[in-house]
């Protein structure tokens, strides 16, 4: 069985009977467990970690990690934001393994205080969501994601892509909820100044929509 | 305090993160309305601060490497078969672990009942002012350490070599021949100690010494 979205009730008693059963025993159940998830845990990874083969590990070796420690989950958490912890945990782990001391602490030092004056004021208009059907688009976007600062990069990420919320994120990264929600508002402005530029340039256009028909 | 009434762009932009977010409370949330309406600028802000969120947010932006959920099966098929045996033999590795523990319980509880020492011979005298790091000799199944090289150390083939702080610790005493230094003279056997629990191999230990140094 899997869990579905249409009926999120059933699809939450469903989880959580697969949890008790992995708690039990039952351990090629997890899979089926974390299954709905694989593509946050892999993102969360990505997040923080940024290069595809590390996340791939680092993703990995959470979910081992949440296999093996599944007896400690207690059900008043969700289950989803227990695992994206492990695996937040985990990458920033091999992350510090791998980068001096003294760049991480330079690079997170402080927010940027000084405030981001958005600078593309161009009228446009929502971007319907069937321009992620093409490759190219989402290419687009991760390629922006991927010019912005680690800080801020990772705060968007965790609470714009994995949905953690503001508190979640914070916790996640060990820094207050102040500095999240300062990263957050940088990171969406600079991504829209992005996406605008994009959609200067035509990113958005050639959507598979019938010949000579605009949604708008 | 911002004045929500007349919130300029730059009051609008801080606040906009936590206005698509609905972490407003309701009067900032109407005059940043208000603001909306009237200022193309933030309006147009507004438009792609909530593109972004929308897009980014969207699971088709969340892509894995190709064979990323078959490597991932694999080595989690991999865990639970080890972890699935780890667990089912628990209950058998645990039997012997609890009589180990209760062992180890009974024999500390005799010997708090029978002196409060851990000390293999009532019959020798405990050291006195030792150095710690002295190096010396014990033998499996004798009670008693020796500067190396003594004459009176037993089964010579089950020899170790430590210090005299490490051999009190596992109860052993100074041999009364090579030690002596470092025992309270004239008191080599206590009366009260005689026959009580000494085995045979302490008496011959002991009798050993007495009769050298008698020679």
Redesign the interface.
Known sequence: MVLTADNPQQAGAREQELILNVQRGQHELFYELVRPYERRVYAAALAILRNEHDAEDAAQEAMLKALVNIRQFRAEARFSTWLIQITVNEALMRRRRERTVAMEALDNRTDDESEYAPRDFADWREIPSEALERKEVRQRLAEALGTLDRKYREVFMLRDMEHLNIQETAEALGITVASVKTRLLRARLMLRDLLAAGWEQGWFSRLPFEKGTKPW | MVNHETMNC?QV??E???Y??G?VDAGLRASMNEHFKTC??CA??L???????????????????AG??Q???K???K???V??SR??SWSAWLVPVAALVLIAGSVLLTNSLTGGRLLKSHHAEPANNIPPDLVVVVSDGAKLFHVPGCPFIHDKNTERTLTAKEAMAEGYVPCTRCLRQYLKTGVTLRPGDQGDDADADDKAEQGEVVGMAAR
Request: charged share 25%; net charge neutral; no cysteine.
């Open positions: 730059e932009w801080r906009i993160s936590n698509v977010d972490d193309a600028r147009s802000v438009a792609g601060t909530k593109n972004v969120v929308r897009l980014y947010g969207d699971e088709r932006m969340l892509e894995v490497p990323f959920s490597r991932l099966q080595s989690l098929a865990t639970a078969a972890q699935g667990w089912s």
